[in-house]
């Protein structure tokens, strides 16, 4: 059966989830949509089940762990005053810690116990659909219809007075109807990125919890389990390895097998150190990070049509286009629909 929805939102990423529960929290009917399992997006989390028995008592006993890795970005930095005091309202409900990872002139912060924490926390109050992927959406005299992958042969799964696009712009973009006014002002780059995530017994040994190497193929190795409100899994090391965009682009296609395998043997030169990796987890970002700054001075788009959009790409003046600039989208455009009644 068709729901009629106030507003529908496409993405439970920060951008989406910001403002979806800025309306909601001011009476708004909102329905978000969501292709993964989970909330999150480029901040999700990835678990990995590993066995910890020796061979030879795999038979009689069975020890699976199960450890946690951050699967896109790592940590983050803020700059902007609101964004400042919205996680320090964060860390005092719990679910987000600094982590003194880089120098003492920026501080980072990550999600506890987890990133994607975080997104859950904003989602707690918000109806969200997982594992629907909207393919397709039209206007019609009754709102936006709404089809996901599943509905395509059907009717549409929502019809909805006002919709949201919150993913990131390519994604956006395959949505909208040809030669829409949006179309033009959503014209961004986004860098590919594998990331590799490893456990390894023992140690790599290397300097630092978060370490750049200058390596054409490694951006940088992020111990997980050092980070606040994680587990300390004795003897292991979880790190995140995220690959070089530039490297990335050149291997776009290439098997997860040969990535890991090359990942593994560029990590052996760096850390000069045998390491025995137990299990390991290859992940390709298609739109990791925007590569142009933004380009209006609005951190979101709207028209009347009743279409908004909003996401990490369109940015803030002086502000990254990462986890900060994606909640700043998601709360100007909230801040706009609600003092302009567009919702
Ligand atoms: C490897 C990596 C490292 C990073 N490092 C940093 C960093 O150091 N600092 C920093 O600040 N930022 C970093 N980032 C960027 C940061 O994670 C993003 O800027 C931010 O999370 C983007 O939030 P968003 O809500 O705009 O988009 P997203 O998180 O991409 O959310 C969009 C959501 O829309 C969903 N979606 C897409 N299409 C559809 C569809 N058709 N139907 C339904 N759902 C759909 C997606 O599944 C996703 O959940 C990094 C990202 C990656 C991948």
């Given amino acids: ?22 309306l909601v929290s001011n009476g708004v009917d909102v329905l978000c949509l969501e292709k993964s ?3 999150g997006g480029r901040l999700s989390s990835k678990r990995l089940s590993i066995n910890l028995m020796p061979e030879d008592d795999l038979a009689t006993q069975s020890a699976t762990k199960t450890l946690t890795f951050d699967l896109g970005c790592s940590h983050f930095q803020v700059s902007n005053p609101q964004f400042h005091s919205q996680l320090k309202e964060w860390e005092q409900q719990g679910f987000v810690h600094q982590w003194p990872v880089m120098d003492e002139t920026q501080t980072s912060y990550v999600g506890v116990p987890r990133n994607s924490s975080i997104t859950r926390a ?30 395509m042969d059907k009717p549409p799964l929502v019809v909805a007075k006002h919709l949201i696009l919150a993913t990131p712009p390519q994604q ?58 994680r587990e300390r899994d004795a003897g292991l090391e979880l790190w995140q390895m995220t690959l070089t965009p530039e490297w990335t682009q050149e291997h776009l296609q290439a098997q997860k097998t040969w990535i890991a395998d090359a990942s593994l043997h560029a990590m052996a030169e760096i850390v000069e150190r045998p390491a025995r990796c137990l299990s390991h987890h ?24 009743g279409i908004s959009v909003c996401g990490d790409y369109l940015g803030v003046e002086n502000v990254s286009q990462g986890v900060e600039g994606a909640y700043l989208s ?14």
């Fill in 1 to 22: 059966m068709v729901q009629y929805r106030e507003t529908v939102v496409i993405g439970a990423g920060m951008a989406g989830l910001t403002v979806a529960q800025q």
């Fill in 37 to 39: 399992r989970g909330t």
């Fill in 122 to 151: 904003l989602s707690a109050s918000i109806d969200c659909q997982f594992n629907t992927r909207v393919e397709a959406i039209d206007k019609s005299a009754e709102g936006w219809r709404v089809w996901s992958e599943a509905s």
């Fill in 172 to 229: 956006a973009q395959t949505l909208l109807p040809k030669e829409h006014a949006l179309l033009p002002f959503m014209q961004y780059e986004m860098s590919a990125q594998w990331v590799v995530l490893l456990v390894i017994e023992g140690s790599l040994g290397l300097p630092k919890a978060f370490w750049e190497p200058d390596h054409g193929m490694i951006q940088a190795m992020s111990l997980q389990n050092v980070k606040p409100g």
């Fill in 282 to 305: 290859v992940h390709r970002w298609l739109y990791a990070q925007p590569t142009q700054r933004p380009k209006s001075q609005s951190p979101f788009l709207h028209s009347t049509d």
């Fill in 330 to 343: 998601g709360q100007a455009l909230a801040d706009f629909l609600l003092q302009s009644s567009q919702t």
